[in-house]
């Protein structure tokens, strides 16, 4: 999949005539990333084959404090969406005073690891400020479309898709929601929202997303004849389909609900994934719930119009299913030390890619690994992802020997191999000895604990991908 951004966006545009280095940045410490994985052990690198996104709701402090949280979405998602950080009583507290900051430096962790952003929301019910919901009629109407141009023009060229209405159909009548937007502008305002937004960023793929929509019932019959109008109208690119999910409970007629909406000419998303279960998880819950994240990923994997698959946060403690629904929770594919879950595997699996989360050393297709070369408190391996005649794309792993704050692995080409582009890794990298650094986020290792880098070359056409020898040296 490759991402069709314009060469600089609005915001960055912005950022650099007034001269400054964006503070989001350097605070991050992101790394260079000049493509996208495509190793097939990991979900992004599976996806990315696929032409699917593979998304993660973001948590803006956890992306600024936790380092394994960064490298774990940096390798594992190649699309984000900011599970809060742009939601309307974050991006305008009050009326006219815009605070972008979070937003961007999830967009700028974004671009820095070359992810797709999906916004989230323009126009919602909850988490909108109490001075928009004090508002009625004209002076309403005003801060809405305020709002969407406002944020959308901030983020013109940095966001490729904007959830524009989120949950706007009532959860038991098959009715519009009974909201401050209807109650004050009549149910009109999500053509108005979709028009607006539009209008604003025609590049853009417009959304309406929803919960309970995942199966055919009177909500997701409601959400259709809303898309079905929009569309008419070409307003609308998309609908989402948030899939807050329980155990054992994807609907039998998901597929053929999302197909009715492809029908319509909309792209689908799975915009929300996570599975609840009754605490505490026993394996074979776990093993149920690896099933139905199959099911869902793989419906999306055989849709050609499904755009993507997104779970909504990485680690299962940092869902809010506990907070909402006591009792239940264990909804995401990673463990809270970010050990992968069965689930993980079997969503990897539907996309296509090795679903053990390693090269399995016993398939006569996986290439040669060089054997850990002794270093000094590290070591490394690469291997070979995917040759073609003239090319090939690498996957290097850092396994830490003790706690490390950064390390470097070193090599020379035996031919006229040379990277063309690499991702979570920085250095010298382009010439015929390569000296290739942590980038940013992923040079801190506790004992034990490994983080990947990957990088395509270019070589001779039809020449054998070789596997050189490493040597890794921690700093
Ligand atoms: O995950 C979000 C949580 O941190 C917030 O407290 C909550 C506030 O309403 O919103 C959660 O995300 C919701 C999303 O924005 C829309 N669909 C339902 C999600 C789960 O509640």
Redesign the pocket.
């Known amino acids: 999949m490759l991402l069709n951004r314009p060469p600089q966006s609005r915001r960055r545009r912005r950022a650099l005539l007034a001269g400054v280095v964006t503070v989001a940045t350097a605070a991050l410490g992101l790394g260079l990333s000049t493509q996208f994985a495509s190793a097939q052990t990991t979900l992004r690198g599976a996806a990315d084959e696929l032409g699917k996104d593979i998304g993660v709701?973001v948590?803006y402090n956890l992306l600024q404090n936790d380092a394994t949280y960064r490298n774990t979405v940096a390798t594992e998602f190649n699309s984000l969406t900011a599970?809060?950080a742009m939601?309307m009583d974050a991006l305008q507290p009050s009326q006219g005073n815009f605070t972008f900051a979070q937003g961007d430096a999830i967009v700028d962790f974004a671009q820095a690891n070359n992810q797709t952003v999906h916004g989230?929301?323009l126009v919602?019910h909850?988490?909108s400020p109490s001075w928009v919901q004090n508002l009625s009629g004209t002076a309403l109407q005003t801060a809405m479309v305020d709002h969407i141009n406002t944020v959308m023009d901030h983020y013109e060229g940095d966001v490729q898709s904007w959830d524009v209405v989120?949950?706007v159909v009532s959860d038991n009548n098959g009715a519009l929601r009974d909201s401050f937007w209807l109650r004050g502008l009549g149910e009109g305002y999500i053509t108005t929202a979709f028009q607006t937004a539009r209008a604003a960023d025609p590049s853009v793929d417009l959304y309406m997303?929803d919960?309970s929509i995942d199966g055919i019932n009177a909500k997701s019959d409601k959400t259709y004849e809303i898309a079905q109008g929009l569309a008419a109208q070409n307003l609308i690119d998309g609908v989402g389909f948030?899939a807050?999910l329980i155990l054992g409970q994807v609907p039998s007629n998901m597929e053929a609900n999302l197909q009715r909406f492809v029908d319509l000419g909309l792209k689908v998303r799975v915009?929300?994934l996570d599975i609840r279960i009754q605490m505490p998880a026993d394996a074979s819950e776990l093993q149920q719930q690896a099933n139905d994240y199959r099911r869902v990923t793989e419906i999306c994997a055989a849709l050609a119009d499904c755009s993507g698959v997104t779970v909504?946060?990485l680690r299962d403690g940092d869902?809010?299913?506990p907070?909402?629904f006591p009792g239940e929770g264990a909804p995401l594919l990673f463990n809270d030390d970010y050990s992968k879950k069965p689930a993980y595997d079997a969503v990897l699996d539907a996309l296509g890619g090795d679903g053990s989360g390693d090269p399995d050393p016993t398939d006569p297709t996986t290439p040669p690994t060089t054997p850990p070369p002794t270093g000094d408190g590290c070591t490394a391996t690469l291997s070979v992802q995917s040759p073609w005649n003239t090319g090939a794309t690498y996957a290097g792993t850092v396994t830490a020997g003790q706690a490390l704050n950064g390390w470097t692995v070193t090599w020379t080409w035996p031919g006229s191999e040379r990277i063309s582009n690499a991702w979570s890794v920085e250095g010298n990298l382009t010439g015929p000895t390569v000296t290739a650094t942590n980038a940013g986020y992923n040079g801190s290792l506790a004992a034990g604990q490994s983080t990947t880098f990957g990088f395509n070359i270019t070589k001779p056409d039809g020449a054998t991908a070789s596997v050189p020898t490493v040597t890794c040296t921690a700093s």
């Open positions: 709701a948590n599970e809060n939601k989230h929301t919602w909850s988490q989120n949950e997303n919960y948030q807050h915009t929300e909504w946060g869902s809010w299913v907070d909402v």
